[in-house]
């Protein structure tokens, strides 16, 4: 089955600073790469994802990179502020049947 | 606010019971799955089901099943509950619109504590 591994585990920035979070995935068929968001005692917030048709996507100041040859993906946040800290884990599937989940990084953003 | 809901909250059963949890999915939305999130951990997807029948699984035993209704909400049904099984039980739908269509939406997860 897929196996996703996700870096770092946890990443401090100052405000204002960029946050990248790395993943790989083994599957080379995943065609879907969601990226969610949980901050503590809630629900997985989908933020940005990427289909396998595409290179890279924006979204204001979140922007995800997609390597296919190389079995990676990364999530980039960009002037990062406060409320911005959270956890949050990468994840990889095949047409939406199954997904994978990364093990998490848990963000703090220093004011 | 997504939409999927989850009952109960919060659940305290001991070792060797049964549970069962319920999910409402978005309305719109034909696909459910089930995960088990353990503190400090990513979501384990269980399995799926797509109108009314299982659509893939994960690595959990048999004492792990489920259903699906005609208006897709869903249950996720343990046997036998060991002490591993504590954590968050996350549902989450989707509506398949296309190969490559078909973002998911958690809903807020029941918490299970087995002692």
């Known amino acids: 089955g897929e196996n996703v591994e996700q870096h770092p585990s946890t990443l401090s920035v100052q405000e204002g600073d960029s946050a990248v979070i790395k993943c790989t995935y083994s599957d080379s068929a995943s065609n879907y790469f969601p990226w969610y968001k949980q901050e503590l005692g809630k629900r997985p917030q989908l933020i940005i994802d990427i289909r396998s048709n595409v290179g890279e996507k924006k979204d204001q100041r979140i922007a995800v990179t997609l390597n296919k040859t190389a079995k990676h993906f990364s999530l980039h946040i960009t002037e990062t502020q406060p409320e911005d800290s959270a956890v949050y884990f990468c994840a990889a599937s095949l047409t939406g049947n199954q997904f994978y989940f990364g093990t998490g990084t848990s963000l703090t953003v220093i004011p | 606010e997504t939409g999927v809901t989850q009952s109960p909250t919060h659940l305290i059963k001991t070792r060797g019971q049964q549970v069962t949890l319920r999910c409402s999915s978005q309305s719109g939305h034909n696909t459910v799955s089930w995960y088990q999130q353990a503190l400090g951990q990513g979501p384990q997807f269980i399995f799926q089901?797509?109108?009314?029948?299982?659509?893939g699984r994960g690595n959990f035993p048999p004492r792990f099943s489920g259903l699906q209704f005609p208006n897709y909400s869903s249950e996720l049904n343990v046997n036998a509950l060991e002490l591993d099984d504590s954590a968050l039980y996350l549902c989450a739908s989707s509506f398949k619109r296309g190969p490559l269509d078909y973002e998911q939406y958690f809903g807020p997860g029941t918490r299970l504590t087995v002692t």
């Open positions: 089901y797509y109108r009314e029948e299982e659509n």
